[in-house]
């Protein structure tokens, strides 16, 4: 086991290749295409492997995600601090979808994929599932997402993992509990303890990572096939492209202004983009991610405000996707639209994507909400691309999840709280000093196959080594009684 003491740099880990979390997965994902691809009725069969783990997963989220943002709003002595970080990671999410959305916009634009289909919409028929989602985004409002916001008890949310609500309830618990001062210290001390415990569970889940990805991709292969990538391969290939180009070019340019490296922040997240690309959602890697930068010396309240209401509100890769299939239809479909009516589209898209944030199935309910808004776009033409839906997910959810990394280094910057030289060693794998409140446990035993359950259950002398991160741990209140 590690004595490392405080203050000495935590050296960087040898970890042999055939023992890294991401070759696993990887392998993983290979498997599980060969077997849905060759076998599809046995890929069909290993549904429940990968929702299995996914489930597991997403059991952790809801409980990190609130033990996180209550820690860090109760811990700081001024609260109106924590308030512009949330109006200013609000103001980088909403600027943020613009960018991405003109990106869909411009790139469809220009290769007009949807011409020449000339697809009847009168004619299209609706499968079940798809009728249910196209449904769902007809009776969906723009404004509902801030009712929703609000949950009818403070167990639902955890029960149907909806963040928004979860985030909600922690605000005002973080707030509340800053507010009680010594008396809620003992409360906090405790809400930092379940939060190590949690992220030790994750740990244990994280073992299972290569199983759940080639189970969920054994059955995306087997279910849907792969003659859909042939059938339209363009309009696939048309959206990575212009993901990869956003991801380049934008997030790129933010990392350089911020002097990071966008190509060594998104090695540092290998295992954290392997098990998205095995899951086909951006769920899952959500406790790396903030463990990661939360590490990486980025301020836990702010890393704990900043990730979770970035999953419900920056979702740079669905951005794209709506603006790129509305316009894909809308040609499809031989529906004109000026460049007035597509700013329009953009606009509406701006508050419909929100409504149906954290829903299953969000990006069809936001593009027929957005469509059946508009009026010109028939909704049913989403059938044209709802075969090839999940074959997109992927690049979405890896877009969504890089998106919301570089937004919360920038964020950090804009609080002037961001350790740049820091970051730029933890991003390169040199060592670096340990935090004083952090838990000597190297932050990679979430997604590393090094090491035993020793290294997560003990609590020996290591955590008492340091007197200082034991007053590190107490709230800096700005109120007493």
């Known amino acids: 086991m590690d004595h490392t003491t405080p203050g000495q740099a935590i050296p960087a880990r040898k970890t042999r290749w055939y023992r890294q979390l991401y070759f696993w997965v990887l392998t993983a994902i290979v498997f599980g295409i060969l077997l849905g691809w060759l076998a599809p009725a046995a890929g069909i069969a290993m549904e429940p492997i ?3 783990f996914v489930n597991a997963m997403k ?79 007809q009776h969906q409002e723009w404004w509902q997402f801030l009712t929703h916001i609000i949950p009818n008890s403070v167990v639902a949310p955890f029960v149907e993992g909806d963040i928004l609500q979860i985030i909600f309830i922690a605000v005002v618990f973080g707030i509340a509990l800053n507010a009680m001062g010594k008396v809620g210290a003992p409360v906090l001390d405790g809400v930092q303890r379940l939060t190590g415990v949690m992220f030790k569970i994750l740990g244990f889940i994280m073992k299972a990572a290569p199983v759940g990805a080639f189970g969920a991709m054994a059955y995306a292969v ?50 954290e983009y392997m098990l998205i690309l095995g899951t086909s959602t951006a769920e899952p890697a959500l406790p790396g991610l ?13 890393v704990g405000l900043v990730v979770p209401t970035g999953y419900s509100f920056n979702l740079d890769g669905a951005a794209i996707y709506l603006s790129l299939a509305a316009l894909y239809i809308a040609q499809a479909t031989n529906t004109n639209l000026t460049i007035g009516q597509q700013l329009g589209l953009l606009a509406v898209m701006l508050l419909t994507s929100k409504g149906a944030a954290g829903v299953a199935g969000g990006g069809f309910i936001a ?10 776009i028939p909704a049913a033409g989403i059938m044209l691309i709802f075969g090839i839906d999940k074959f997109m997910s992927e690049c979405r ?75 590190d741990r107490r709230p800096a209140y700005s109120e007493s009684l």
């Not at 059938?231 to 959206?239: H, P, R, Y």
């Not at 939360?294 to 702010?302: D, I, W």
């Open 397 to 471: 959810a890896l877009v969504n999840f890089t998106g919301n990394a570089v937004a919360t280094l920038f964020i950090a910057w804009w609080d002037r709280t961001l350790d740049a030289d820091r970051v730029r060693r933890v991003f390169a794998g040199e060592s670096v000093e340990p935090l004083a409140s952090e838990d000597p446990v190297h932050v990679d035993d979430v997604s590393d196959l090094d090491g035993d359950l020793a290294s997560y259950g003990h609590h020996g002398p290591k955590h008492q080594a340091d007197p200082s991160s034991a007053t």
């Open 222 to 271: 087997g279910k849907f096939g792969v003659s859909s990538l042939t059938s339209m391969g363009g309009l696939i290939a048309l959206f990575y492209a212009t993901s990869i180009l956003f991801v380049v070019v934008v997030l790129g340019s933010i990392m350089a202004f911020l002097k990071l490296n966008i190509f060594t922040m998104i090695r540092h997240f290998k295992e």
């Open 50 to 52: 990968g929702t299995t």
């Open 59 to 137: 059991m952790l989220i809801g409980p990190i995600v609130f033990l996180t943002i209550v820690g860090g709003i109760a811990s700081v002595a001024d609260l109106k601090k924590v308030g512009m970080t949330g109006l200013k990671a609000l103001t980088y999410f909403q600027i943020g979808t613009i960018c991405a959305m003109a990106f869909g916009l411009v790139a469809i634009n220009i290769f007009r994929l949807g011409e020449g289909v000339n697809a009847d919409a009168s004619a299209i028929k609706t499968s079940e599932s798809a009728a249910k989602l196209i449904d769902a985004g």
């Open 367 to 376: 593009l027929t909400a957005t469509l059946t808004t508009i009026g010109t």
């Open 290 to 302: 903030m463990r990661k930068l939360e590490h990486a010396g980025v301020k836990k309240e702010t």
